[in-house]
C-alpha cells in the first residue's frame, strides 16, 4: 500500500496528469470572405489544459511552461502506454518531463477545492480524479 501512496500522491504523477488534463473551450474564429468582403464568425471548440488557466505575470514561469509542455509532447504517449500496460510503475519516464512543482500544485490544489466546495464529499473528488483519469490508474494497480 505503501509503493501505492507513493506512486500515486508523486509531483511527477500529479504534474503528468495536469499536462495530460484539459476541458473543452468553445471559441469562434472570425473569417474575411475576400470575394464579398464580407466577416462571417465560425465556432469551433479546442481542448484547454488545464495548466494553460493558471495566472501569473512571470516570463519563467511561462518559459518553464512551454519548456514542459515540449517535453511533455515526446514523453506522453510512452507515459499513458506504461502506466496502462507496464507491470512496473514510469518512475524515469515521468522524471524526464522534469516538470515544476506549480504543475502538481494545480491538481492538488483542485482537489482540494473541490473537497472543500463540496462540503467534504469524496463521491465529488472522485469524479474529478475519474476525469483527471487517476482511477482508471488506481483500479490497476490495486487489482495486480
Not at 506504461?82 to 514510469?90: D, E, G, R
Request: with cysteine; glycine share 4%; charged share 20%.
Amino acid at each position: 500500500m505503501h509503493l501505492i501512496r507513493l506512486a500515486f500522491v508523486n509531483g511527477d504523477f500529479l504534474a503528468f496528469m495536469c499536462m495530460n488534463f484539459s476541458v473543452p473551450e468553445a471559441r469562434a474564429e472570425i473569417i474575411k470572405d475576400e470575394i464579398t468582403k464580407t466577416f462571417s464568425s465560425i465556432e469551433t471548440n479546442v481542448d484547454r489544459r488545464i495548466w494553460c488557466f493558471m495566472r501569473h505575470n512571470w516570463p519563467a514561469v511561462t518559459q518553464a511552461q512551454r519548456a514542459c509542455h515540449s517535453r511533455y509532447k515526446g514523453l506522453c504517449a510512452p507515459i499513458q502506454s506504461a502506466l496502462q500496460q507496464c507491470s512496473s510503475f514510469p518512475w524515469a519516464l515521468l522524471t524526464h518531463l522534469e516538470a515544476a512543482k506549480f504543475f502538481s500544485n494545480l491538481i492538488e490544489s483542485l482537489i482540494g477545492a473541490i473537497y472543500i466546495d463540496s462540503n467534504g464529499s469524496m463521491a465529488a473528488c472522485t469524479d474529478l480524479l475519474e476525469r483527471l483519469g487517476m482511477m482508471g490508474y488506481l483500479r490497476r494497480v490495486v487489482g495486480e
